[in-house]
């Protein structure tokens, strides 16, 4: 069979890379290989955890490509030299240009850290995700993967899994509990879909 091929986008620390990354060398995603990873930050940690595994990593910021179009170009001559089966928004931070959405659709899929379509949409990322949660006085979260489509955070629903919101949490305890959940199902998601590829 041939060898399923993700390319991973990312901003920060990478832990889902990390994930990503150790259920492919430990078989449970099958057949597959990371051919690439792009970074939004020229800083970010997940960028370092791509070399260890020597996997291509390079950066397109904003910065660099001050012009959305410029940037659009440059991760898209990326990714049409990686040829991708599958590409993972993974701790993506930025928005994916329209023309990439366009070009790979059906092919993209994101994790959110919320139990969509609630807590969903451009102002809701990171830290500040939880921080709603816990504002709203809401008792329950988790994480969501979907593929992605023109809109933020609103394409069809993959997995999505729950976890409590306990008292005295604060925005940090209940991201760690809720990212000990998105490293259970992107990789779960990722292996349906590699799974159903024929
Ligand atoms: C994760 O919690 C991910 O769900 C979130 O950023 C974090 C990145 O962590 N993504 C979003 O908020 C997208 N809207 P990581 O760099 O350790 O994977």
Do not use: W
Request: charged residues 25%.
């Amino acid at each position: 069979m041939e060898t399923f091929r993700i390319s991973v986008l990312v901003s920060g620390n990478g832990s889902n890379l990390q994930c990503i990354i150790d259920a492919v060398e430990d078989g449970r995603i099958a057949n597959s290989k990371i051919v690439g990873v792009i970074s939004s930050s020229e800083n970010a940690y997940a960028l370092e955890r791509a070399r260890q595994h020597e996997i291509p990593a390079a950066a397109v910021t904003k910065y660099e490509y001050a012009d959305m179009r410029d940037r659009m170009d440059a991760i898209l001559k990326i990714l049409d030299g990686e040829h991708p089966d599958l590409i993972v928004l993974a701790g993506y931070l930025s928005i994916l240009p329209a023309k990439v959405v366009e070009k790979y659709r059906g092919r993209i899929i994101n994790i959110h850290p919320a139990l969509l379509p609630k807590f969903g949409g451009k102002d809701f990322y990171g830290i500040h995700v939880h921080e709603a949660v816990l504002a709203a006085g809401e008792k329950e979260s988790g994480a969501t993967v979907h593929y992605v489509d023109e809109g933020v955070d609103t394409g069809k629903i993959i997995l999505q899994e729950k976890v409590p919101v306990l008292p005295g949490d604060d925005p940090q305890t209940l991201r760690e509990r809720v990212l000990e959940i998105e490293h259970k199902i992107l990789p779960e998601a990722i292996a349906m879909i590699e799974k159903a590829r024929h």
